[in-house]
């Protein structure tokens, strides 16, 4: 399968060509003029995201690595309430060097500083005629002599799979097994969020509201299934639990209302809410309703304890943040809301597009949930863990993927039933950057980047930072990694590492890191 030549956005043509053909200090320039933009649609986080802004998540990495990510990426848009484009911006900035971004934490000039990352010429052919540009393919039998030995590592346990493709060309450079279907771990976000982006739409948005029962005086906190909405002061872009109920107060005073009876809906969603692995800290239960991922302490991110049942107390939250504004409730308990209920007061998370970022950059379990969740719903599949299961598989196939041999039983990759192949991993990354498909541009943007964001901020301190962008992956047994990455050619690379059986992760782990490392060093045309 050939993925056709990447395009960029039509209106930013002349901009993207100006940006590529620039030499070092001009790059820097942009990026820095680019900041105050940046900071104006940081703020605006409640906007409305349009299709054609989709457009601009083409991903930095196929340009001039991560520093045109800066100058480019960064400026789109929507942002992500972890931070990550504002990492990128800080610490990959372009500085006065030869060759490209620094990548490093430390200063530049410091000894132990990693090497400039490569200025990657033009892949993109609406980038305009920029001299220097990669012309011929990535070698296949070079590239294969330099990752056979890095795959055999013993590290990487028994079973193990690996795929390579140019994604300027849409070219198969490296397999090694890789239509055998393996346990994924978490680079089955990347499948998740390539199925809700493709049926839902990037500018999608999940919607909380509070319907009122009339002549019962009953109060239905109706959940639109958005985990990320949030009881905290500073929702940060989220949906507002207090903004809700703010507004749901002024709607009842407005009718006269000082007491309700308060209840809460999850029928969005069917069967069990538990998953399959059981009680986990990993993520809270799969209800529609639910504030903070349920989590009983204040991170954001990663494991933590969570509330036995999310929805009941999402729903006191409420009643407590009511009776602040003057409204008495009963305590809450399940119900419905009918069609005949009146609509007070609503809050909607962010766009698709955004939490598809943060699902990736963060591995958030709970996000990947609900839009398997939202996935099923969209495409008349029942929303529980089986019609998830069978939206993404259909989506993807819908989407013209390698999908023989998937399995999906979640879509967190929580499940050890999961089955992916490295062959459909790399095909879902180059479909992404595919200029017919801009509605998947969030996958790339969303991967997290070597040495600074999300689950890979810790790892390639040593090595490829800034080049590699890639979906980790972990369970006891199996470790993964599937992204791109910019080799030293300037290509444009994806590619999925699976293994499995694996008996020691922190080796199994630097297995995949040397390899990832060797592709973005290779100079294998």
């Given amino acids: 399968m050939v993925v056709p030549e990447l395009r960029p956005?039509?209106?930013?043509?002349?901009?993207?060509?100006?940006?590529?053909?620039?030499?070092?200090?001009?790059?820097?320039?942009?990026?820095?003029?680019?900041?105050?933009?940046?900071?104006?649609?940081?703020?605006?986080?409640?906007?409305?995201?349009?299709?054609?802004?989709?457009?601009?998540?083409?991903?930095?990495?196929?340009t001039a690595g991560l520093a045109l990510a800066v100058g480019v990426v960064t400026a789109a848009g929507p942002w992500d309430s972890s931070g990550q484009r504002t990492a990128?911006?800080?610490?990959?900035?372009?500085?006065?060097?030869?060759?490209?971004?620094?990548?490093?934490?430390?200063?530049?000039?410091?000894?132990?500083?990693?090497?400039?990352?490569?200025?990657?010429?033009?892949?993109?052919?609406?980038?305009?005629?920029?001299?220097?540009?990669?012309?011929?393919?990535?070698?296949?039998?070079?590239?294969?002599?330099?990752?056979?030995?890095l795959l055999d590592a013993p590290g990487l346990g028994a079973r193990r799979a690996a795929a390579v493709v140019d994604v300027t060309t849409g070219e198969r450079l490296y397999g090694a097994g890789d239509g055998t279907a393996l346990t994924p771990a978490s680079t089955t976000k990347i499948a998740t969020a390539a199925a809700a982006l493709s049926?839902?739409?990037?500018?999608?948005?999940?919607?909380?509201?509070?319907?009122?029962?009339?002549?019962?005086?009953?109060?239905?906190?109706?959940?639109?299934?958005?985990?990320?909405?949030?009881?905290?002061?500073?929702?940060?872009?989220?949906?507002?639990?207090?903004?809700?109920?703010?507004d749901t107060a002024a709607a009842l005073r407005k009718d006269g209302v000082r007491e309700v009876t308060l209840s809460y809906d999850t029928t969005l969603y069917a069967g069990d809410e538990v998953h399959p692995i059981g009680v986990n800290d990993n993520l809270a239960e799969v209800t529609a309703l639910m504030a903070d991922e349920a989590r009983t302490d204040d991170s954001d991110r990663g494991p933590a304890p969570r509330v036995s049942d999310p929805a009941a107390d999402a729903a006191r939250t409420f009643g407590d943040l009511l009776a602040g504004h003057g409204v008495k409730t009963s305590s809450p308990g399940p119900s419905k809301a009918t069609a005949r209920a009146e609509t007070?007061?609503?809050?909607?998370?962010?766009?698709?597009?955004?939490?598809?970022?943060?699902?990736?950059?963060?591995?958030?379990?709970?996000?990947?949930?609900?839009?398997?969740?939202?996935?099923?719903?969209?495409?008349?599949?029942?929303?529980?863990?089986?019609?998830?299961?069978?939206?993404?598989?259909?989506?993807?196939?819908?989407?013209?993927?390698?999908?023989?041999?998937?399995?999906?039983?979640?879509?967190?990759?929580?499940?050890?039933?999961?089955?992916?192949?490295?062959?459909?991993?790399?095909?879902?990354?180059?479909?992404?950057?595919?200029?017919?498909?801009?509605?998947?541009?969030?996958?790339?943007?969303?991967?997290?980047v070597a040495g600074f964001t999300g689950t890979l901020a810790g790892r390639y301190t040593d090595g490829a930072a800034g080049l590699v962008r890639a979906k980790t992956g972990?369970?006891?047994?199996?470790?993964?990694?599937?992204?791109?990455?910019?080799?030293?050619?300037?290509?444009?690379?994806?590619f999925a590492f699976l293994a499995a059986d694996t008996t020691d992760p922190g080796a199994a782990q630097a297995a995949l890191d040397a390899a990832a490392n060797a592709l973005a060093a290779c100079g294998c045309a």
């Fill in 9 to 62: 956005w039509r209106a930013a043509g002349p901009r993207l060509a100006r940006i590529a053909g620039a030499v070092r200090p001009r790059l820097a320039r942009a990026v820095t003029a680019a900041r105050p933009r940046v900071a104006r649609l940081g703020r605006a986080v409640s906007t409305q995201v349009t299709r054609p802004k989709t457009w601009q998540y083409t991903t930095g990495a196929a």
């Fill in 88 to 149: 990128e911006r800080d610490l990959a900035a372009a500085r006065d060097h030869t060759g490209g971004a620094d990548h490093g934490r430390r200063s530049a000039t410091a000894a132990e500083a990693p090497r400039p990352a490569p200025s990657a010429a033009a892949v993109l052919t609406g980038l305009g005629k920029v001299t220097g540009g990669p012309r011929s393919t990535v070698g296949t039998k070079a590239l294969a002599g330099v990752l056979d030995p």
């Fill in 199 to 246: 049926a839902l739409g990037p500018d999608h948005r999940l919607t909380t509201r509070t319907a009122l029962e009339p002549g019962t005086g009953e109060l239905v906190l109706v959940g639109g299934g958005d985990p990320t909405l949030t009881a905290r002061e500073d929702a940060d872009g989220n949906a507002s639990l207090r903004t809700l109920a703010k």
């Fill in 344 to 448: 007070l007061a609503e809050v909607s998370s962010p766009p698709l597009a955004a939490l598809a970022e943060r699902m990736l950059t963060n591995s958030d379990n709970d996000i990947a949930e609900a839009l398997a969740r939202h996935t099923a719903l969209a495409t008349g599949e029942r929303p529980d863990f089986d019609g998830a299961g069978r939206a993404i598989h259909a989506e993807l196939k819908k989407l013209g993927l390698p999908v023989k041999g998937a399995d999906f039983k979640d879509g967190s990759g929580l499940d050890r039933d999961d089955r992916l192949t490295a062959r459909l991993l790399t095909a879902l990354l180059a479909r992404s950057g595919d200029p017919a498909h801009p509605e998947l541009r969030p996958i790339l943007t969303g991967l997290p």
């Fill in 474 to 494: 972990t369970l006891t047994g199996v470790n993964a990694l599937a992204g791109t990455v910019v080799d030293r050619d300037g290509h444009l690379l994806a």
